[in-house]
């Protein structure tokens, strides 16, 4: 189809549509009147109104008119340019067109949603259609740029979103590049024994996927990593990633542990961060028995060597494939990928930070991530549950929305506590035979299958109490309370205040987004929410986008969520990056700035203003330039410019100039 | 009741009153009343609920939903120690201790605490009594508390309030400020101001 | 700077020992003071169940009264729990329920006062802790109160809702002085559960039941006897001790100012620090 170009040397023959919105329009403004007024503005040839301009039928007046009437400007008033400008510029472009030969005038969240009076509601109606009719008239023809698209992908975080998510990409041939900044994947949910509402054992269905992942021909997996640094853009990003010393070769050591047992440490003596410090380790150690790759690391902060220069090095001597190496670096590698799977998952939350609840002041005050590697077969009690004191409790009491549903702490529902209060409660029960007592405000189960869960726990004779616990202390009353915790709190369902006297209590923390998240948020230029969750681009349309184009969002970096829900969105994160590197190529909007090279001083203050670092220095020519690829038309360089030389495709000073002159010429 | 009737238990909206909860809202300078989710934190956290008619928490939703009569008349308000457990535990922000506040105030305007009572006897008589000399006088205050309420169990204070006499800590003197009428920094003066700066209808200050 | 020392009205009657007392420990320790001219009471709890506006008028006009004796930014101390609250209330209700705080000002103006926004409201162990801190108090004490076991007991105005000097949950300043004095204090899981107030004066036995569960966890922590910072725990504390054991049995346990405390480390006599006002004699050190 032939496009009609700029200074063709045709008259200006402008279509104006007027669409009624049903009544969203129409209910307010005089749809006839505001097209009488449209026809006779000059250069108008047709103006007409219609019920839906966004339907089938009223693209095809457009198209139709352009045939007819010989049409080489459109001028559609109606919704917001984010609902429809693409549909309309579509339009355009089928009737044979340049797609920017198209003005839009927003007359319904500007007006009809807006205004109180319908004679007001249509007199500003025609000031929008009068401004749009005067600046269209000027518009430029433009192309849309193509750029090529790098096969490759980038998954930041080793939990199950990001495990998934990765699998998924390299099962469909892409070649990924996962990177995890522990030294071993698998996030929280290698943490678990079972999990909810099926009981699945944990480890069963997600070690395999840990090992695949290993093993993926097309995945080249780096833990004990971070990204240090990304630039370009959508389809076209360079990743620098630095992989920390863990001071073990990682492709001599096999895991065998023959330097863990080795070492003249001859019993664990530190905290072990696997399992939040119910165990000890030594300063060589595996994270814990299947992790994700199989090889050992050193901490330096407390290995012997590190601290005095002075070890005998047993762990070195013991390793038969020479795999320590005491003088590892930070090693940086370059990939180049076109898109990003971010899945950082979460942090739990402090419980410290709720004094009331005595943690880490009474030794019998426990949080749900600790319980759950007590509870786990391969935690540091074997899936005994043995206070720290060595007791088995006989009555447990699980306070939920610790850190969740709190103005002082987090506002918002962590979402899973619920869930996994009730499985704890489940398999605490089960090893124990002890007393559980769940402390709940309402009790969120809504999930396939776990209603059900929760009918279950009820018929297990674990008990429920509806209120929201006030505090954990060591003050007793009676003589059953001797030696024990008491938990105080009102049952509201009762209405009377209890006091209940446990061995154990269980902290259900709520998940907080990563104390990281805002340094993260900007290495890939993403948005986050007040709480620091990293912000969709559409809540309910595009759960999975960010603001910038070619990052995806997977799993409980984007907001509190199951293992089922992560990895649902996992795989739409991987599917929508398969769907931009498939496609080939990006098309990138015309709306770019661009610098008038004759006007240009070479005074670089656009160069520091752009967001996007897009402009660069032209060092020979002394003057800016606009990389168009990285450009994202937000106009900052436009008005930071002294000389006037930074201008924007669809926003020069000539065609804002002739929207106002629309506007006043209307007053 | 008393003869085989059995007592009724359902509320009619008719019996409730549908502004009691925005007037008790708006003079307890707590809009986030209306945030409470009925978790109950306010009533584990306080020393004296055990002793409550109605929790704090009830005491919250029955505001919410315009009890008036049975909030107005519960002992809980009187009981309330204003000690603020419940006010910095609450997980809504809601200024439990100031509610309670409002309800005394809003009881004490329309006279229906239990009259024997003696907690808004005390408030009341203390209220007369700051206002008259600008101090409060412990030793008259008290007697007048069980003069009005129950004479015999002054008898039971006596011993205690001997005690206090001769170890110097209650006096007979009447304790007032300086300052006399029409001079500055007059207490009626302030006060009667104060007065006329009300809001025309119904304001906390009548 | 002076300190503009607010009495309030149980410092003047049931609390005079705590008068008494801080002001000896404060002269002891070169603190300057001068009392609140003409001050008037707070208002207390009781008032705000009748009036509120009126309560923090009430308020105010001491603070009017403070900021003209000693300028824009005085020091106010206030060793009630009762009066530090409702001084502190007072101030964050004027700032930030405009209307209320133009009637208030409008008010004291009728009575050529002017209210004092900046005028600082304090505890004495705010000013103990932070302006003089417990190493100058550790040097001073010069016969330090060894072998004393005391349990601290803030109660719940003070540290609630306003304090900012301590913590709302688990407070340590009175620990902390106490300590520099050289006394042991026992950890205790009560140290800010409410003693009832007035109730003990109103509906006696549930004040007396409050009071009774302080008694008994003081004391089987250990502690010989129990530091307060508020008259009217003092006085429920104490004073009521006859009528607890009279119901629930319970043996005596001596209630002191934590500034009577002080003083005994300063080297203060009993009568100087009202000691000898006490129901409970405190028995010699072991
Ligand atoms: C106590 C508890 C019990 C639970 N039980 C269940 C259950 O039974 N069933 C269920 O469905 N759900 C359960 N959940 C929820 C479950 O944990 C989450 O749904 C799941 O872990 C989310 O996976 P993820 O991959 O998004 O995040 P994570 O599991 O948090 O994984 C994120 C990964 O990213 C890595 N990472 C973070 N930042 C970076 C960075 N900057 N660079 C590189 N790597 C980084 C982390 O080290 C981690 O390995 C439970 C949660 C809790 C707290
Ligand atoms: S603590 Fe707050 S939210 Fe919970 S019941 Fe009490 S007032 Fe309502
Ligand atoms: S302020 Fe009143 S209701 Fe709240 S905890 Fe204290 S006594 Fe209970």
């Known amino acids: ?447 396939k299958g776990y209603e059900e869960f929760y009918d279950k726990l009820l018929e297990e004779g674990v008990h429920f109490i509806r209120g929201r616990a006030a505090e954990v202390t060591d003050w007793t009353m009676t003589p059953d309370e001797e030696g024990k915790l008491v938990i105080r709190a009102e049952d509201t369902l009762i209405g009377a205040v209890r006091r209940i006297p446990v061995d154990m209590v269980v902290l259900s923390v709520g998940l907080e987004a990563q104390a990281d998240a805002g340094e993260v948020r900007r290495l890939f230029n993403i948005s986050c929410s007040h709480e620091g969750w990293f912000l969709e681009r559409h809540p309910k349309l595009a759960p999975v986008s960010t603001f910038t184009d070619g990052v995806f969002l997977a799993g409980a970096c984007q907001g509190p969520k199951d293992i089922p829900d992560t990895v649902a969105q996992a795989g739409a994160a991987a599917a929508e990056a398969m769907a931009l590197i498939d496609k080939g190529y990006v098309e990138l909007e015309p709306n770019t700035a661009f610098i008038d090279e004759e006007r240009c001083s070479g005074c670089k203050t656009c160069i520091a203003m752009c967001p996007y670092s897009a402009i660069s220095f032209i060092a020979d020519a002394r003057v800016a330039r606009v990389n168009e690829a990285l450009c994202k038309g937000c106009g900052t360089c436009v008005a930071a410019c002294p000389s006037a030389a930074a201008q924007q495709h669809l926003f020069t000073d000539d065609q804002i100039f002739d929207e106002i002159a629309g506007v006043l010429s209307y007053v | 009741m008393s003869d085989g009737q059995m007592p009724r238990k359902i509320t009619y909206e008719a019996d409730l009153d549908p502004h009691f909860a925005e007037e008790i809202a708006a003079s307890a300078r707590g809009e986030q009343l209306f945030q409470c989710i009925q978790c109950g934190t306010c009533g584990g956290a306080c020393p004296v609920s055990p002793y409550m008619d109605l929790t704090p928490r009830r005491i919250i939703a029955m505001t919410r939903a315009g009890y008036k009569a049975e909030v107005l008349k519960s002992h809980t308000i009187w009981l309330c120690a204003s000690c603020y457990a419940c006010t910095v535990a609450c997980p809504k922000a809601v200024r439990i201790t100031d509610v309670m506040y409002a309800l005394k105030q809003r009881a004490i305007r329309d006279g229906v605490y239990p009259k024997r009572f003696p907690v808004p006897v005390l408030a009341r008589e203390f209220f007369q009594g700051v206002l008259t000399t600008g101090r409060n006088n412990e030793l008259p205050l008290l007697i007048k508390m069980y003069l009005k309420t129950n004479i015999f169990k002054m008898l039971g204070q006596a011993v205690m309030g001997l005690r206090l006499f001769l170890t110097g800590r209650i006096g007979l003197k009447q304790e007032r400020i300086a300052a006399r009428r029409g001079e500055k920094g007059d207490l009626r003066t302030i006060m009667a101001a104060v007065d006329r700066g009300a809001p025309a209808k119904g304001g906390p200050s009548q | 700077m002076t300190y503009l020392y607010y009495p309030g009205c149980s410092l003047k009657g049931t609390g005079r020992g705590y008068e008494e007392s801080l002001l000896a420990v404060f002269d002891a320790l070169q ?119 005391v349990a601290c007991y803030y109660g719940c105005q003070m540290v609630r809702p306003y304090a900012t000097f301590d913590d709302q949950y688990a407070p340590t300043s009175m620990d902390r002085v106490l300590r520099a004095m050289g006394a042991e204090t026992v950890d205790w899981p009560l140290k800010t559960r409410c003693c009832g107030g007035t109730l003990t004066g109103t509906i006696e036995d549930v004040g007396l039941r409050l009071n009774y569960i302080l008694l008994r966890e003081a004391k089987k922590r250990g502690a010989d006897a129990i530091a307060t910072a508020c008259p009217l725990c003092q006085f429920n504390l104490e004073c009521y001790q006859d009528k607890i054991s009279a119901v629930y049995g319970a043996s005596r346990l001596p209630v002191l100012y934590f500034s009577q405390f002080m003083g005994m480390a300063l080297g203060l006599s009993e009568a100087r620090l009202g000691i000898q006002r006490n129901f409970v004699p405190l028995a010699a050190a072991v």
């Open chain 1, 1 to 447: 189809m032939a496009t009609l170009g700029p200074n063709q040397g045709d008259a200006v023959r402008i279509g104006v549509y007027i669409c009624h919105c049903g009544i969203n329009i129409a209910g307010k403004v005089d749809v006839a009147d505001v097209t009488q007024f449209a026809a006779s503005l000059p250069g108008v040839v047709v103006a007409r109104d219609y019920k839906f301009m966004c339907s089938d039928p009223g693209q095809e007046l457009i198209q139709q008119d352009i045939r007819e009437h010989g049409l080489n400007r459109i001028v559609v008033a109606s919704c917001s340019p984010l609902m429809h400008e693409a549909t309309f510029r579509r339009a355009a472009a089928e009737g044979g067109i340049n797609p920017f030969f198209f003005q839009m005038a927003n007359i319904r969240e500007h007006v009809s949603w807006v205004t109180a009076d319908k004679a007001a509601a249509t007199e500003k109606s025609r000031a929008l259609v009068a401004a749009a009719v005067s600046r269209v008239g000027g518009h430029e023809a433009l192309e849309r740029q193509r750029v090529a698209v790098k096969p490759d992908v980038l998954v930041v975080g080793g939990g199950i979103a990001g495990i998934h998510a990765a699998l998924t990409l390299a099962d469909s041939g892409k070649t990924v590049y996962l990177v995890e900044r522990e030294p071993t994947i698998g996030g929280h949910m290698a943490k678990f024994d079972k999990t909810f509402p099926t009981l699945d054992c944990a480890a069963c269905i997600l070690t395999p996927k840990m090992s695949l992942v290993r093993q993926h021909p097309n995945i080249t997996l780096w833990t004990y990593a971070e990204v240090a640094d990304v630039s370009g853009y959508v389809g076209n990003f360079s990743v620098t990633v630095r992989r920390k010393p863990r001071y073990v070769i990682e492709d001599r050591c096999v895991g065998c542990n023959a330097c863990v047992e080795a070492c003249v440490f001859k019993e664990g003596k530190f905290a072990d961060e696997f399992n939040y410090g119910l165990a000890k380790r030594k300063p060589v150690y595996m994270p814990f028995p299947q992790a994700t790759p199989s090889v050992v690391l050193i901490d330096p902060a407390t290995c012997l060597h590190f601290k005095t220069g002075k070890c005998k090095q047993a762990c070195k001597a013991a390793c038969e494939r020479d795999a320590i190496d005491f003088d590892q670096r930070d090693e940086l590698v370059e990939i180049e990928v076109g898109a990003i799977v971010v899945a950082t998952g979460f942090q739990p939350f402090d419980a410290e930070r709720v004094p009331e609840y005595g943690y880490g002041q009474y030794p019998g005050v426990y949080t749900s991530l600790e319980v759950e590697r007590l509870v786990n077969a391969s935690g540091p009690t074997g899936g005994e549950i043995t206070l720290r004191d060595g007791r088995v409790p006989k009555a447990v009491g699980i306070i939920h929305c610790v850190g969740s549903r709190d103005h002082a702490t987090n506002k918002y529902c962590s979402r899973v506590c619920c869930m996994y209060s009730l499985k704890l409660a489940h398999l605490v029960k089960e090893r124990t035979g002890a007393e559980i007592y769940n402390f709940y405000i309402d009790m969120r189960t809504p999930g």
């Open chain 3, 31 to 149: 603190l300057p003071w001068a009392e609140v001219k003409d001050w008037n009471c707070c208002g207390a709890t009781a008032y705000m169940a009748v009036d509120e506006v009126k309560a923090f008028t009430l308020a105010a006009r001491n603070l009017a009264i403070a900021r003209e004796q000693g300028g824009e930014t005085a020091q106010v101390i206030a060793p009630c729990s009762a009066c530090y609250l409702v001084l502190c209330k007072a101030q964050h209700v004027i700032h930030d329920a405009p209307e209320i705080g133009a009637r208030i000002t409008d008010a004291l103006g009728a009575a050529q006062l002017t209210y004092g926004p900046r005028v600082q409201v304090r505890h004495p162990l705010d000013v103990l802790i932070n302006d003089v801190g417990t190493e100058r108090l550790a040097a001073a004490a010069t016969a330090p109160l060894r072998g004393r076991r």
